[in-house]
């Protein structure tokens, strides 16, 4: 798993992340045995990521202890005064200050120190104290150019629910010869005796002062790694090792991994013999709640598969496949009910039976899904619990076209938090033909409205619509956004169509060249909406229209990517972005690895309230995820799709920021977890 200078033992332990315990799980515990730059070779290139976990790249077990520093030289020709087993001392002197913080947020300052708590991340009060500790306390293999500071709450491991910001103050005339003040980071441990991990930090060059953003309170140190410690990945907010879920296969599958708004997963694993389980951890852990063969309540048989699934912090609406039947059904978990259930279907004279598809739900509990009924109708409903609307049906009639009516309209259905519902439908009828048999509507929760129709002229453009099951979405403010060759279309009722981002438009200096019309662009509710580009220099792009219809550029193949001390750059893009309420943008890609047998390894992005993209995951890379334990991310799962929680759909990203993944740690054969982190704000 490691290479040269790191080695695994195996142990039991009880990992504490965000207010929840993960209990008895089995994990491996990465040992510093040398320095922290030993760790930099488990997660960059020296290190082999797939070899076996007693690997221990010819290091014998005896080796332990510290790096001996090489001797420090300021850029003014003077020597610090520096112990060779330490990272060296400070004339920085900051006094201790203590204040009772409340959960609307507060300040503490002292001596070039800042700890700032935001409003929310506390729900009760508490007493923060913030000190300094004896220069002996300080990372291996690196050069202290600050003091080192504890920030505590008199408990173990306060943990916020939003991030707080920590700036530090440190020396310029610490920093060694031939080093740059570029070079500095702040170091965290959970305890004076580490180990210790490097975080992504801001520097503040002409003030002489670096910032991080953390989840909890521990100890902080600026300084130089004595050589570059790889790859600096925040402090995750929650991890969950502790599934309740047995024989997980090797292949990580998660057609469905979503998170509430409050951030509870939801996921579905491929097990051995291709069946699936869908597990949640809306009860607080990861349970099972369906997997394959399970009998549903009410003798309507067993499960086969599942399919789509959506959540809010109340439960899950999922669309599986039950054994004795050949297409798809939906339940609402936990507990398990069949929905709909089999029985009249209103506003007809037919009945629903066990099929629906596109579930979507709202955080309040609305829900939307296509079904076919007894008829063999198909229909769109909406609503909630005992009292569902019937939205259209096969046969409807197109609103202002004579003898034209619908057929089959159940692709691409999205859902508002008002319950009003978009969604895509193929055309029948008098003169229609394969130039404008497709088209877009809305629904109001009274009448359907066409938004727009295959081959009309919109905005001056011909509306092109390649794929009744074409990207769709819908705000709370009844806006669908769609995409088609022209570019990036916005409907509401009042304007109408309008092509908010056309093909030929330019953007930082650059011309979008194409916008993919088969993309899931993600809309939020203050109108910005995040897609993909190809631009004129051959570079793919994601892009954000902001809500003063103005276009930004949010990453792009070739930029370099922050927290790669070694200048790495974005080779490609995967899938399409998501949005949140706050306008951050998540979206995943490749970065250069440094192996010949893996030359580009996967990570996962997502833009602070700046627009700065922050890279929050990277396979290859070691990620901390308790108070001692390093974990190697052997690989990043993809989920099949998501529509954004907006519309109804699933998401992987909150709208506090917190982004959740699925990573197979230390190997092929590794465990699953599932893991969230949040850029700062």
Known sequence: MCGLTCRVEPRYSRLHIHLEWVNSMRILRI?????????????????????SVGDTGGLDDQTTGETLLPDQQSPDGNTPDVELASCGSTSLNVGTVSQVVEPQGGTLTSDGVVFVIPAGALTEAKT???RQLADTVCPPGVYRVGPTIEVSAGEEHTLFKK?????????????????????IVVFFAHSEAGPWRPLPSKLDATGNLIGI????????MPGIPVETPGVFLPIPTRVYLDFDVPNLSSSIQTPGLTLSESGQPVATFELSLQSEVLISGLSGSMKKVLARDDVVPGDLGTLQRVFEVVTNDDGLFAQVQLAEETAPSGVVAPPVVLFPAPGPAPGTSASFTKSMFNPRITPDGLRAFNTFLDDGVGAI????????????ADGAAVPGVDGVTLKRPFDALVLNAKGHVAFTARLEGSGVTSGDNAAIFFW?????????????????????????????QINAADRVAFVDDNGIWLWDAINGAKLVVAVGSLVDAATITAISPLQQPSLNDAGQVAF??????STDAVLLLESDASVTLVAKTGDSVAGHPDGATLKTLLRDPELNQLGQVVFSGTVPFGDPLTPTRQATFVTDLSGTPRLLFQAGAMLWIGPDELRLIHEIANPLRL?????????????QGEVGVVIRFDGPGGPLAIVLSRAPQ
Not at 31 to 50: E, I, T
Not at 381 to 392: E, I, M, P
Request: aromatic share 4%.
């Open 532 to 537: 993909r580009a190809t631009l004129d220099d």
């Open 381 to 392: 409903y909406a609503g909630s619990d005992g009292n569902l609307t019937l939205v259209t």
């Open 31 to 51: 040992v510093v045995v040398l320095s922290l730059v030993s760790l930099a070779a488990c997660s960059g290139g020296a290190g082999d990521p797939d070899a």
């Open 128 to 130: 923060i104290t913030l």
């Open 444 to 472: 109001d929760g009274d009448a359907l409205q066409l938004v727009a129709r295959k081959g009309a002229t919109l905005d001056g453009k011909t509306f092109t619509m390649p794929s009744p099951q074409a990207g769709l």
């Open 213 to 220: 953003e953390v989840p909890h309170l521990t100890l902080y």
């Open 163 to 183: 991030l707080s910001s920590l700036t530090l103050p440190y020396e310029e005339g610490r920093i060694p010869s031939g080093r740059s003040e570029s070079e």
């Open 643 to 655: 529509l954004g929680r907006t519309s109804g759909g699933a998401s992987i990203i909150t709208n």
